[in-house]
């Protein structure tokens, strides 16, 4: 999850499960911020672990919920409109009302900060990728929280009735993530960007810990190549 805090209120991103909901409501608070003050919720994908506290948070902060158009169904549903896990009661969760349907390319604005998000579909079909610009030390940096770019297990890339076109998002997908300019590598899971590493290089005063242009490129780079290693297996498969 992320917070993005501006004078205005705060911006949250992924709601995690319904019971990450109290642990995140003490992290905010930990760092000197008031959980009411969340305005605007957003989430990478509608994946349960990303999305599940969505309909909690609503209610407790009343904040105004903002979904890629083709993950909304999914959310409003409460992951039964799921192509691949939405007859999976466990991975199902309290539907969540969308308040502004985000379309590629749409801005995200509060309190002068400004976030894009950029449809990079194939995990789900509306993951989304945010970036934003923040100055530090006279310097302004591109931020890129990556949506997902992984295949799940079982995920049919060939012949999916309920998802055809899933391998040409995907590769829609690369073609997007490639083109974004980036210092600041983010993502979904903290382990696409080595989140474990990084984090106590900034806590020991390394501010330029989460600066890594060149690993976002590796790591997109890597994640395309699995994608066509499994894309060429299903393919010779079929």
């Known amino acids: 999850m ?16 319904e019971t990450n909901v109290p642990m995140i409501k003490a992290s905010i608070e930990k760092l000197g911020f008031k959980f009411e003050d969340t305005k605007v919720l957003l989430i990478s994908h509608a994946h349960w672990d990303h999305d599940a506290g969505s309909s909690t948070i609503k209610k407790t902060t009343g904040a105004t919920y903002m979904v890629m158009d083709a993950d909304v169904p999914v959310v409003e549903s409460g992951g039964k409109t799921d192509f691949q896990y939405g007859n999976n009661p466990a991975y199902l969760y309290p539907p969540a009302k969308v308040d ?119 790591y997109v780079a890597d994640r395309e190549h699995a994608f066509q290693t499994e894309l060429a297996r299903q393919s010779a498969a079929k």
């Open 100 to 218: 502004r349907v985000l379309h590629d390319g749409d801005e995200v604005r509060l309190g002068g900060t400004v976030l894009v998000a950029h449809l990079t579909p194939g995990h789900t079909k509306g993951c989304t990728t945010w970036t934003m610009t923040v100055s530090e030390g006279g310097k302004t940096y591109n931020v890129v929280i990556i949506g997902s770019p992984n295949v799940n297990p079982g995920y049919k890339l060939v012949n999916n009735a309920a998802y055809p076109q899933i391998a040409g998002d995907y590769e829609r997908m690369w073609r997007v993530l490639k083109s974004l300019p980036c210092d600041i590598f983010l993502g979904a899971h903290g382990g696409y960007f080595d989140l474990t590493e990084k984090y106590p290089r900034w806590k020991a005063g390394d501010r330029n810990a989460f600066i890594d242009p060149a690993g976002y490129k590796a």
């Open 2 to 17: 992320y917070l993005v805090s501006t004078p205005k209120g705060n911006i949250l991103i992924n709601s995690g499960l």
